[in-house]
């Protein structure tokens, strides 16, 4: 398939994307490194603020101030962080959706203590039911961050959550599972996100006619994907796109603009070929883009459709 550099879309990328030369590769590197410290450091300050679950958030008013954008009345979207984290990790992406028209956004806090991915999936379910009932929609969309998309997709293939969900996005989500940082395996649920785990192999079974779409970011430079590829949805039976997004990190996904943007495209356009109705419009100008053994190929800041 041929591949765009979404110019048009997410204006932090140059319109003609450049293959960086082997000296650049450091540079490129250290920038991801200073960028991912300098977001934890912004997120080690709003931390506080997301621990407790939010209250449901009324209608906004037709004053508010939002983009137009044109389309139909959207689903819920339902945004789940990742391991030990919180809400506030999506305090930049449902601000960008809010101002582009999206009226239902909650997000759903899963307890620190939470040993189970399966027992979190449970949870999500009971929560979607709810946001089903009280809003009136008969689905709901998910964004979910590293360990939020797992639980998110255990739910809609394991718990017949397709019937519930009609896309899922997820970013840094390790569904072929991370060897990264060893030590944390004394935690239960990081076990469960290790490659060969039970979990994972769960996840690899047949899973005919599930009708969820399954749209998937992953960095080139995620240091928490062991290997980087392990963000990917590979599976037979899911109608999955893999989006790879060349140049930031596992923190810098769910804030960065240009992701932001690709999210809020995905969710507008609920169909494949709607997705490759752009990349047929798009000119890329970089190559080596299949899988992600070819990460290190790709040229530098593009997001690409592989």
Not at 4 to 16: A, G, I, K, M
Not at 63 to 76: F, I, Q, V
Not at 237 to 243: G, K
């Amino acid at each position: 398939m041929k591949i765009p550099p979404f110019s048009e879309l997410f204006s932090p990328f140059p319109s003609v994307v450049r293959r960086p030369a082997a000296w650049e590769l450091p540079v490129t590197l250290l920038r991801a490194s200073a960028l991912e410290l300098a977001i934890l450091a912004g997120h080690l300050v709003l931390y506080p603020g997301g621990i407790t679950n939010e209250r449901p958030a009324p209608e906004l008013p037709p004053e508010a101030s939002t983009l137009p954008t044109e389309g139909r009345s959207r689903p819920p979207v339902l945004l789940l962080h990742g391991f030990v984290d919180n809400r506030s990790v999506f305090v930049l992406l449902r601000r960008s959706l809010a101002r582009h028209g999206w009226r239902h956004l909650e997000s759903l806090n899963f307890s620190p203590l939470t040993s189970d991915i399966r027992l979190a999936a449970e949870v999500l379910g009971r929560h979607i039911e709810e946001i089903c009932a009280r809003t009136g929609h008969r689905e709901v969309d998910i964004v979910g961050h590293s360990l939020g998309g797992l639980i998110a997709r255990y739910y809609v293939q394991r718990l017949d959550g397709d019937t519930k969900v009609r896309t899922l996005v997820t970013m840094g989500t390790p569904h072929a599972g991370t060897a990264a940082i060893p030590l944390a395996s004394a935690h239960p649920v990081v076990r469960q996100m290790r490659p060969g785990s039970d979990l994972i192999e769960e996840l690899r079974e047949p899973a005919p006619g599930c009708r969820t779409r399954f749209v998937s970011f992953w960095s080139d430079l995620d240091q928490v994907m062991s290997p980087v590829g392990a963000a990917r949805v590979e599976h037979p039976d899911l109608v999955a796109e893999n989006v790879g997004v060349t140049g930031i990190g596992h923190l810098a996904l769910p804030v960065h603009p240009a992701v932001a943007a690709g999210i809020r495209y995905v969710l507008e356009h609920d169909g494949e070929d709607d997705l490759a109705g752009l990349i047929e419009s798009a000119e890329w100008a970089g190559s080596g883009t299949e899988g992600a053994e070819g990460a290190e190929d790709r040229p530098g800041g593009a997001i690409s459709v592989a």
